[in-house]
């Protein structure tokens, strides 16, 4: 029920966005649950090409033939990133991770070990890193546990608030950064002084402590709010959407 929870709480997060570069997996599943829903002139648009996709299913990948043939316009890549995305174009980037810090730098990339001799060798990089840099604002969807929300990630594939207060700046990133991060457990916002993410907002049944205990550096708590429980139209189109892929 909590993964149900994350990704409604996701979606209802675009409410009123307008477009949105998505990563496969869960960023998808709540965009496209946005798009039924909550933002219904969302344009979703997909690394591989795709721009206004509405597919009738989740796709399984960036090039699933779904969202070529439900797309407004399928240009290529370097188009994408060079035209759409790094001019900052794009307003929402929705993005996922393997490991995230207190500043919400995220990694995708290796685990334990060095870069050449890791422990596990994650996917990689893709559009991530970009899509942190340049999007207007990011929103990053993740199971939280020590595992990963760590004090220091093992590689920064992706830089959130890189060391803090004006590092992004420093970088020349075009972007804000993330602006929020929900999870299984709530949702965490960065503190507008510090940029240390705290936690601001808990899932129903879910107390603090549950959420300290699955992070890995001191949790800042700020005002709390409760997340509404998912209406049961939210739950039939994210079930209508699930089903799809099976």
Request: contains cysteine.
């Amino acid at each position: 029920m909590n993964d149900d929870l994350m990704v409604v709480a996701a979606a209802r997060a675009l409410t009123g966005r307008t477009s949105c570069f998505v990563g496969i997996g869960l960023p998808s599943t709540a965009a496209n649950l946005a798009r039924r829903l909550h933002a219904p002139e969302l344009v979703l648009v997909y690394e591989s090409g795709a721009i206004g996709a509405k597919p009738s299913r989740l796709p399984l990948s960036i090039g699933d033939g779904e969202l070529a043939e439900t797309a407004d316009a399928v240009v290529s890549v370097p188009e994408v990133f060079n035209y759409w995305l790094q001019p900052g174009r794009i307003e929402v980037g929705f993005l996922s991770a393997a490991q995230l810090d207190r500043y919400g730098n995220l990694n995708t990339t290796v685990i334990g070990g060095d870069y050449r001799r890791p422990e596990v060798r994650l996917p990689g990089a893709g559009g991530a890193p970009e899509i942190a840099a340049a999007c207007r604002e990011v929103i990053l969807i993740v199971r939280q546990n020590p595992r990963t929300f760590v004090q220091t990630i093992d590689f920064v594939t992706s830089v959130g608030y890189g060391s803090g207060p004006g590092e992004r700046q420093r970088l020349g990133l075009r972007g804000r950064g993330p602006v929020r991060v929900i999870t299984d457990l709530g949702v965490l916002e960065p503190d507008p002084v510090t940029c240390e993410l705290a936690l601001t907002q808990v899932h129903p049944g879910v107390e603090v402590d549950d959420v300290k205990k699955a992070t890995g550096w001191p949790l800042s708590v700020g005002e709390l709010t409760e997340t509404a429980p998912p209406t049961p139209a939210e739950l039939a189109v994210l079930r209508e959407l699930e089903g799809g892929t099976r």
